[in-house]
């Protein structure tokens, strides 16, 4: 592994939007390696979660493929070895 890619998806209405998001988890589910969900309990319906991802290039198409979701802030920390 050359890289380790931490990706954070926030999703604003979780009841809303993250159907959508699960479905292209599961599509691209090979490339999680760690998941990790949060939620606010002073505003449940928001949402955080953080990935870390594979160093591949269907980790740029599931990245793309969420930040396409309206309602949906996807934000990623790139380390490099």
Same mark, same amino acid.
């Given at each position: 592994? *050359?890289? +380790? @890619? @931490?990706? $954070?998806? +926030?999703?604003?209405?979780?009841?809303? +939007? =993250?159907?959508?998001? !699960? !479905?292209?988890?599961?599509?691209?589910?090979? !490339?999680?390696?760690?998941? #990790? $969900?949060?939620? *606010?309990?002073?505003?449940?319906?928001? $949402?955080? @979660? #953080?990935?870390?991802? =594979? *160093?591949?290039?269907?980790?740029?198409?599931?990245?793309? =493929?969420?930040? =396409?979701?309206?309602?949906? *802030?996807?934000? !990623?920390?790139?380390?490099? +070895?």
């Amino acid at each position: 592994m *050359d890289k +380790h @890619i @931490i990706v $954070g998806v +926030h999703i604003v209405d979780r009841e809303k +939007h =993250a159907p959508q998001v !699960q !479905q292209i988890f599961t599509r691209y589910g090979n !490339q999680i390696r760690t998941r #990790l $969900g949060l939620h *606010d309990e002073i505003c449940p319906s928001n $949402g955080l @979660i #953080l990935l870390e991802m =594979a *160093d591949t290039p269907e980790t740029c198409e599931m990245i793309a =493929a969420v930040e =396409a979701i309206e309602g949906v *802030d996807v934000g !990623q920390m790139v380390f490099e +070895h």
